[in-house]
């Protein structure tokens, strides 16, 4: 996925030693296609049709409930401060990690990436553990009457954890890639450091940085097990979108947890579209596929 | 943070000169560390800790007790072994669709390759439900399987196919970029020296693929392993039968359990470490191995 990695996508014309019998392509390709769709278009497929098999009038009724209204709420308020916060943190890491030595690197590096390998769950149960009424900071959250755990501040710490590599990830390869050597000449030619991040660093990173933060905020959206832990689920309170969906669900309204899902969907499909064109801007060589 | 700055790294002995602790000519080592470190400490690092400590006062023995009871038991076999069998799964498609993406031209193909990253995009719980209705046995794919006698809804083998469902991209993703940088002279030796295209795929593609292949295959099982979201919808979740971890760890805090459910969080804390240790290594064989003279 790095950036790099796809300058080559061009080559010449596959020499005639390197293609395959044309059974064995059309086979190959047959088969891929036939699991890409049963496996990722017909789950899409199925969220947009169940959404809309009540009909239109069902669908807008779904939509314009004020549950999920303050469901969308929440969940955009989770993003707007979780997203934000990741952003300058992997500005921060990828600057620290690309632009400096220092012992024990690949050790912050690993760090970065812990939350990926961390199950949601056991996520929502730290925050139980740490904040809950009988955890670390329980008693003295409860003495100053703030509330984190089955509240707003307990949803927004879940996603900023899990939402916490997204940024620095596509930051760091991107920086080591581009070398320092352009923000070295700027300090050279008198910039200080934060002439150097605005002026040099940031125009130069800005495609990756918009990337990663596209990613981040998908799942930061999307993020249901560590929400889900330390919601409490209350109703009008703290449910996010992907908990509307669980609850709609469960109480067996099938067609409006469709219906919600389906936003959720539209934003993931708005996702890909957006990774595919800066996926496009990203290499600036010719179109390739002149030919079929 | 700052106030170890001025210790010398060992090993770098230069007379006279102290380096700091962050060395580098640009500015803003200093505050990069602090944030970084301050943040990945207050966000990560200390529930991380929390989880381990709150498992704690129990020693090794009483840690497996809870840890091993039948039921959780039960569970570590399902998630593990559904885990396993989704990466296993993943890895074979991954490869395969990675391979026609990169190497053959057909219409639709810039649309697929924008769509395998769909797992990544879709929330679990939007997967989850749409993987239920699907799977079900009235729905589109349930129905025909239920006519050979397959049942998948609400039964252990939805495990499997959320788990391969959410892995699937890693592969596909890990693949694609090394099979686009593999020197086409390789293959073309390779078919001058009278190789057949399957034997140059056994033992020139592969063998380049194969670092690539791992890392995804490990990335898929680590996402597998602590998956939820998308699992709870389209199995029983049936204590002993159809129950992941995950949801081991839920029922225990809903029984205000803090210590079990710390303890098989601790767990699988562990296989997470354990795991993001392999990828390293994994990750390091892959660049030692692209790093070779082509």
Known sequence: ?292 | MSTAATLAPAGRREPHVRRPLVDGVLPGGRLAAGITIGWLGAIVLLPVAAVILASQPLDVAGFLAVSLEPRVLASYRLTFGMSLAAAAIDLVAGVLIAWVLVRYHFPGRRLLDTLVDLPFALPTAVAGIALGNLYAPNGWLGAPLALLGIEVAFKPLGVLVALTFIGLPFVVRTVQPVLVEIAAELEEVAATLGATRWQTFRHVVLPAILPAALTGFTLALARAVGEYGSVIFVTGNIPYVSEITPLVIISRLEEYDYRGAAVVGATMLIFSFAILFVINALQAWGQRRSGLPG
């Not at chain 1, 329980?138 to 954890?161: C, H, M, Y």
Request: proline fraction near 6%; charge should be neutral.
């Open chain 1, 1 to 292: 996925m790095s950036a790099a990695g796809w300058q080559g996508q061009r080559r010449p014309q596959t020499a005639l030693a390197l293609r395959d019998p044309p059974w064995v392509r059309a086979l190959l390709i047959v088969l891929a296609v036939t699991v890409l769709l049963s496996f990722l278009v017909l789950p899409l497929a199925v969220v947009l049709m169940e959404a809309l098999r009540p009909g239109l009038d069902a669908y807008a009724a779904a939509l314009a409930d004020d549950n999920t209204h303050h469901a969308l709420l929440i969940t955009l308020v989770a993003a707007l401060i979780s997203v934000p916060l990741n952003l300058v943190f992997g500005i921060a890491a990828a600057w620290l990690v690309t632009r400096f030595r220092f012992p024990g690197k690949s050790l912050l590096i690993t760090l970065i990436d812990l939350p990926f390998s961390v199950s949601p769950v056991v996520v929502g149960l730290a925050l139980v553990l740490l904040y809950g009424a009988h955890g670390w900071f329980g008693a003295w959250l409860v003495a100053n009457g703030v509330k984190v755990v089955f509240a707003l501040p307990g949803i927004v710490l879940a996603t900023i954890f899990v939402t916490v590599p997204f940024v620095a990830r596509e930051l760091i390869p991107l920086m080591q890639a581009q070398g320092r050597e352009e923000e070295e000449a700027a300090l050279v030619l008198g910039a200080n450091g934060w002439q150097v991040l605005r002026h040099v660093t940031l125009p130069n990173i800005r495609i990756g940085l918009l990337y990663g933060v596209i990613l981040c905020n998908a799942r930061a959206m999307g993020e249901f097990g560590a929400v889900s832990v330390v919601s409490g689920h209350i109703r009008g309170q703290t449910v996010t979108l992907p908990l509307h969906v669980e609850m709609l669900y469960q109480e067996y309204q099938t067609a409006a947890a469709f219906a919600v899902a389906s936003m959720l969907a539209l934003l993931a499909l708005a996702t890909l579209l957006a990774q595919h064109a800066l996926e496009a801007l990203r290499r600036p060589q010719p179109p390739e596929e002149t030919s079929p």
